[in-house]
């Protein structure tokens, strides 16, 4: 008698484009229920639903503002009533944090209201939305943390930026380490420059910062967001389970 593999579900915040809506779509290729979260375009994040339906899978999109701490007890609850209605489930399998912005200006200029936002949305927002979900993710499941390649190599301009990142890498292990009594792996994968809208999209539009990117990478290119989405596949796959407190850099090989 056969028997069916029980269905997986991953929560991916900032799914409704660039390198969240790759990893949505990986993860729904794979037989993944996905739910995402946009902070305002509902539009985009219906069309990543409607693409992952018409591939056979299921999806859900939920308004999110990940440096609102306030409103993630009623996000919490959404995202149980979703659960339960469109996936016939009470628990999360994995949760990717990816929802981020971007600031570009040099230390001396960078102000405290654009510090304030980064840590709000990159440290503070992946902290404490982590720990409001903890109770709705499955014991053996997966935590994943999206850093930067700029928290190993420096550009100047990112300080700020990559400061929280740096701060989301020391924040990955200590989780991996508490959470694993529940069997909870938790690990923070690091993009290298990727061409997307993120951070007013100058590496896909700007063709001289792609080329100088591009030269100063091993494999000879910018990063395609389908690059980052194959690899969230890969470690979220049962055969990654044995990975946990682990820094993966997905770059090309970027600054080597």
Known sequence: MSTSKRSTVALITGGNRGLGKSMALHLAARGVGVVITYRGNAAEAAEVVKEVEAKGGKAA??????????????????????LAGRFGRDRLDFLVNNAGVGVHASFAETTEEQFDALVNVHLKGTFFLTQKLLPLIADGGRILNVSTGLARFAFPGYSAYAAMKGGVEVLTRYMAK???????????????????????????????????????????????????????????????????????????????
């Open 61 to 82: 999109a939920l308004a999110l503002d990940v440096a609102s701490t306030r409103s993630f007890d009623a996000f919490v609850e959404a995202v149980k009533a979703e």
């Open 178 to 256: 508490e959470l694993g009594p529940r069997k909870i792996s938790v690990n923070v994968l690091a993009p290298g420059a990727v061409e997307t809208d993120f951070g007013g999209g100058a590496v896909r539009d700007n063709a001289e910062l792609n080329k100088m990117i591009a030269a100063q990478t091993a494999l000879g290119r910018v990063g395609l967001p389908d690059d980052i989405g194959g690899v969230v596949a890969m470690l979220l796959s049962p055969e990654s389970h044995w990975i946990t407190g682990q820094r993966i850099e997905a770059s090309g090989g970027q600054m080597l």
